[in-house]
């Protein structure tokens, strides 16, 4: 079973920058996808960004140019740099992990980002 943990979340100023962190532990040979989610109180889950073991990579249409997504070599880690945060970034962020197509979503215990107007 994979078990995610994230880490790197905080209170940053507009225009400042985060990296969280999400690894990866337990059995697996390759995650097929590991990415990140957004959730504000009261809205849906929002996708953030998603990195793919084929080395595809997709962003939410606000964060383009502004968060990139990383995965470590080993498969297992994965990175958001966050630059130029803005308050609207603010959220709970959680990572998510699918260990082959189709199978059940796993998910991290998510991180906390607050911006500052």
């Known amino acids: 079973q994979v078990h995610l943990v994230e880490s790197g979340g905080c209170l940053v100023q507009h225009g400042g920058s985060l990296r969280p962190s999400c690894a990866a532990s337990?059995?697996?040979?390759?995650?097929?996808?590991m990415g990140w989610y957004r959730q504000v109180p009261g809205k849906q889950r929002e996708l953030v960004a998603i990195?793919?073991?084929?080395?595809?990579?997709h962003y939410e249409d606000s964060v383009k140019g502004r968060f990139t997504i990383a995965r470590h070599y080993d498969g297992g880690t994965v990175i958001l740099q966050m630059n130029n945060l803005k308050p609207e970034d603010t959220a709970s962020y959680f990572c998510?992990?699918?260990?082959?197509?189709?199978?059940?979503?796993?998910w991290g215990q998510g991180v906390r980002v607050t911006v500052s107007s």
């Open positions: 998510y992990a699918d260990p082959t197509f189709g199978a059940t979503r796993i």
């Open positions: 337990g059995s697996f040979f390759k995650l097929f996808a």
């Open positions: 990195s793919f073991d084929g080395g595809s990579i």
